[in-house]
């Protein structure tokens, strides 16, 4: 069994996978399902290629530490401000704003930012795209194909969560087109990841990143969709 024998079925997983378990499953058990089981599949592949062909090549070595928490903290700072704009703007908190995100409780919440986001998402999607599936590239394309190839997979991939985020949208192409545009900006997104992970020789620097950034656009979208916070108090 050659590296290159399991890109098929890895293409596979990474263009398929996650949007049919969203289309399968009934939106009342996505929230807990979907993540449970894409991640446990996920880290089964992650964990069966590292076992097979070694932890370095698929960029999981222990590396310095320090690459990881500056990338962090710029993420951090960064969506953080873009944030803060959006909220003094009516139409753009409305943007941000997410029904799903008002609706968990404050445990919930807690739960969702700090664990379900930063390990069932980030690290098993980093472990996944930037490590095995983009090593499993390497050594079948050139590099620049190799990249381009992973950051599309990448957007692909986002099909069924954003299916799932417009589900409670009016159809029809407005529906259509917020599908298009959350591929089109999570490709550009997996083409900076990669290249990162490149640039670092593991996928430390970026699921830093990728975790940062989602669990502080999290944060800010539950702040934007409970309107009552952003209400002055009464006297």
Do not use: C
């Amino acid at each position: 069994m050659t590296f290159a024998a399991v890109v098929g079925p890895l293409v596979a997983f990474a263009a398929a996978f996650q949007t049919l378990v969203f289309l399968v499953l009934p939106s009342r058990l996505r929230s807990i399902w979907a993540p449970m089981t894409i991640g446990t599949v996920g880290a089964m592949v992650t964990l069966g290629a590292a076992l097979v062909f070694g932890f370095d090549r698929i960029g999981l070595r222990l590396a310095d530490p320090g690459p990881a928490f500056l990338w962090a903290g710029g993420t951090l700072l960064a969506v953080a401000s873009v944030g803060i704009v959006m909220l003094k703007s009516s139409p753009l908190r409305e943007r941000l704003s997410d029904p799903r995100v008002a609706a968990w409780t404050n445990r919930g919440a807690v739960s969702h930012i700090l664990f379900r986001i930063p390990l069932m998402t980030a690290l098993i999607e980093e472990a996944f795209f930037r490590g095995v599936l983009h090593a499993t590239l390497m050594a079948v394309y050139p590099p620049s194909v190799a990249m381009a190839l992973g950051a599309v997979l990448f957007g692909l991939w986002h099909i069924g969560p954003a299916i799932d985020e417009t589900e409670s949208q009016t159809g029809g192409p407005a529906r259509s087109l917020k599908v298009a545009l959350t591929v089109v900006a999570t490709t550009v997104a997996g083409a900076g990841l990669v290249w990162l992970r490149v640039e670092t020789g593991s996928i430390w620097a970026p699921f830093a990143v990728h975790a940062a950034l989602n669990m502080t656009m999290a944060i800010f979208a539950r702040i934007a969709s409970r309107t009552d916070w952003l209400a002055p108090a009464r006297v």
